[in-house]
């Protein structure tokens, strides 16, 4: 099975923290509660702990049965359940790791295969690539439990090369640590073509490895010197408001300031709705997390010592 990712492609994990609750991951980027990194949404406007659909996620995220977890999965795919509770439910039981669910996700990508392009009568909006990487999370997760990390981490890395992966891969990449991160940090640097640097790139803002804090301000400020075009460079904004500590923060004000102040995206093509690069990045972070950066320093803790 091909499968394909955009160069700009949106990142897919969800994140919810509440108090007192185990983290909630989906398939797109997500997190309230945690007062140690920023709230952040791509769905939500100003999503807060409490709210209605912040208790539904964490309501999913609690439930430990495979079973009950596959059937809202399911609902979902056929039209009779909410979409987000199943994107939920499928990521939940990635992290579960189940035998028996990713042997049932490995015979429905089976039956995709030979679907066509609308799989679901039931549900004729939907297509495989709505379904596909869920499903080749759910495998993927099981996989780290038999074979490994490295193992993991080596197959998707020579997919990604071929264009052959997903947001599903991408999900996986972003739970792998320092070590997934390091491989792609040195294959974005040794990339000889744009496209392969804004991908690697696009995979790094899926990461919440702490590590990755200076070299993502670095190619905020300065994406010429990393061969990105700087339209693309908002993927490390990204990268910075996904890993979400106060010390990310401070990397975008900084890096936002030095690319202020040495005009790195003074250029009019950059600009959109009439407003030049910065300013556009600017309203994406306060629509993103629900307060500017500085308000953020304010309310977030320092880094333990």
Do not use: C
Not at 54 to 63: E, F, N, Q, Y
Not at 212 to 222: E, S
Not at 228 to 254: C, E, F, H, M, N
Request: proline residues 6%; positive net charge; glycine residues 8%.
């Amino acid at each position: 099975m091909k499968r394909s990712i955009g160069v700009l492609a949106g990142a897919l994990l969800v994140f919810l923290s509440l108090p007192g609750a185990p983290p909630a991951e989906a398939q797109v980027q997500v997190r309230v509660g945690d007062p140690a990194r920023v709230v952040y949404s791509e769905l939500h406007e100003g999503l807060t702990a409490g709210s209605p659909a912040a208790d539904s996620i964490l309501r999913v995220m609690r439930i430990r049965s495979p079973r009950v977890l596959w059937r809202l999965g399911r609902a979902a795919i056929h039209g009779t359940g909410d979409w987000n509770t199943g994107l939920v439910a499928f990521t939940r039981l990635a992290t579960l790791r189940s035998a028996a669910i990713a042997d049932s996700a490995r015979r429905m990508l089976t039956r995709l295969d030979t679907a066509g392009e609308f799989p679901f009568p039931e549900n004729p909006g939907l297509k495989p690539e709505d379904v596909e990487p869920s499903l080749h999370a759910i495998i993927l997760e099981r996989r780290r439990a038999t074979r490994g990390d490295a193992a993991v981490l080596a197959d998707i890395l020579t997919r990604v090369a071929s264009r052959n992966y997903d947001h599903g891969d991408a999900w996986v990449l972003g739970r792998l640590g320092a070590r997934a991160s390091d491989s792609l940090v040195a294959r974005l640097q040794a990339a000889d073509s744009a496209e392969f640097k804004v991908r690697y790139l696009t995979l790094l803002s899926y990461s919440t490895d702490p590590g990755l804090i200076p070299f993502l301000g670095r190619v905020y400020a300065q994406p010429d010197s990393f061969g990105i075009p700087k339209k693309y460079a908002v993927r490390a904004s990204d990268g910075l408001l996904w890993i979400g500590t106060r010390a990310a923060v401070q990397a975008l004000l900084d890096a936002r300031a030095s690319a202020l102040r040495d005009k790195v995206y003074d250029d009019p093509s950059l600009a959109r709705g009439g407003y030049d690069f910065l300013a556009n990045d600017s309203s994406s972070v306060i629509s993103r997390t629900g307060r500017w950066l500085t308000e953020w320093l304010d309310a977030l803790p320092p880094a333990p010592e």
